[in-house]
């Protein structure tokens, strides 16, 4: 029996973020073995930015952090769920409550943006 995700076989494992309390798919991040250790220990979770090259602590920029509720893996120990409490409303860098806002029409290819923005990312991030 595994004891966990298999960093040896894949140093970045990709992780679903889920709302513990509404089972909203709210993003796709990655952790490597610091990251996930990093999750474990203090209960908020914090992913590997592969366009930084370092760990990123969800909202540490935003305050948007995620507290996690629990963990999963997969049968192959190389994807992670993670049942978060999201706070601050939003978990997409921008601005809306989950990345997937983002509806395609199966029939047509036709994009249609569904929710709104939580919080203006100019703002939050200091570019506006």
């Keep these: 029996m595994s004891s966990g995700p298999d960093f040896e076989k894949t140093p970045l494992i990709p992780v679903i973020a889920q709302d513990a309390a509404t089972g909203d798919v709210l993003m796709l991040a990655y952790m490597n073995a610091e ?4 999750t474990l220990k203090n209960q908020r979770v914090c992913y ?4 930084r090259q370092k760990l990123w602590r969800k909202g540490e920029e935003s305050g948007n952090v995620q507290h996690l509720r629990s963990l999963y ?10 049942k978060v409490e999201q706070v601050g409303g939003a978990a997409c860098h921008t601005g ?3 990345c997937f806002y983002r509806k395609i029409d199966p029939k047509t290819g036709a994009v249609e943006e569904q929710g709104e923005r939580v919080f203006d990312p100019n703002v939050v991030y200091g570019k506006a």
């Excluded at 990251?35 to 990093?38: K, P, Q, R």
């Design 35 to 38: 990251a996930y250790a990093e």
């Design 96 to 98: 809306f409550r989950s």
């Design 73 to 82: 893996y997969d049968c192959d120990a190389d994807a992670i769920l993670v």
């Design 48 to 51: 590997f930015s592969r366009s």
